[in-house]
């Protein structure tokens, strides 16, 4: 089955501490996406990525980080500098082609609590 | 700033009682409206995508349509298990990226 897969689901992170989100799409988009999620507001970009070894800033990177090291992994790590970070997170990835705008499709998320 | 708003924000019908949600958007230049359906606690499942005034498209009980300041997701004779929130994104001309703009969603709850 083709798609996008997140791991853990739940995750509890002490305060100080840096800790990792894994993102992974076996749909060959070139194209992926980290959003957060909090009650009563709308997906908020954090970062993305159109091509391997490259990603950009969203509407809200600080405390955050990412990678792009192989075409089916975007991983993001939620840093200690991140002052509010319980939330849920999805990741999401799309086609990438010229002049056309694709739909993206989102993976089940991780619940982010700090404790 | 390109902004998205989603009314209502919570609707209860019976089932088979029809409704419309709306979607009104400012944009510079659309590129793509899409729809979203999220179950509570799961990432939001893609249900359209629409790119020009006129447009409209159907799935099941579902008929998304668009205009060029808002769009309406018209949902006929429900079924409790169209209960979900329902999520609007814009996709606008910024000349970076395949960024989507979301709105809060429109929470639907559909009773027996």
């Known amino acids: 089955d083709g798609g996008i897969t997140q791991s853990p689901k739940y995750l509890f992170r002490k305060e100080g501490q840096n800790v990792t989100l894994s993102c992974e799409q076996n749909?060959?988009?070139?194209?992926m996406y980290w959003y957060r999620q909090d009650p009563g507001q709308g997906l908020r970009l954090i970062y993305y990525?159109?091509?391997?070894?490259?990603?950009q800033k969203g509407d809200i990177a600080e405390g955050y980080s990412v990678s792009r090291e192989k075409k089916e992994s975007f991983p993001l790590t939620v840093t200690s500098a991140q002052k509010n970070p319980t939330a849920f997170y999805l990741c999401?990835?799309?086609?990438?082609?010229?002049?056309?705008?694709?739909?993206?499709?989102f993976g089940p998320g991780t619940r982010l609590t700090v404790l | 700033e390109d902004q998205v708003t989603q009314s209502p924000e919570a609707l209860r019908l019976q089932e088979g009682e029809s409704s419309s949600l709306n979607c009104s958007y400012t944009?510079?230049?659309?590129?793509?409206l899409f729809w979203y359906r999220q179950d509570p606690g799961k990432g939001p499942e893609f249900l359209f995508t629409?790119?020009?005034a006129g447009e409209e498209k159907e799935k099941e009980r579902l008929k998304a349509t668009l205009t060029k300041k808002e769009s309406f997701l018209h949902i006929t004779a429900p079924k409790p298990e169209d209960s979900a929130t329902y999520l609007c994104?814009?996709?606008?001309?910024?000349?970076?990226?395949?960024?989507?703009?979301f709105g809060t969603g429109t929470q639907l709850k559909v009773e027996l």
């Open positions: 999401a990835s799309s086609w990438e082609t010229a002049n056309t705008y694709n739909e993206q499709f």
């Open positions: 990525s159109q091509i391997v070894n490259d990603f």
């Open positions: 944009v510079s230049g659309l590129r793509g």
């Open positions: 994104a814009v996709r606008a001309f910024t000349g970076g990226g395949n960024k989507l703009t």
């Open positions: 749909l060959n988009h070139d194209a």
């Open positions: 629409l790119y020009s």
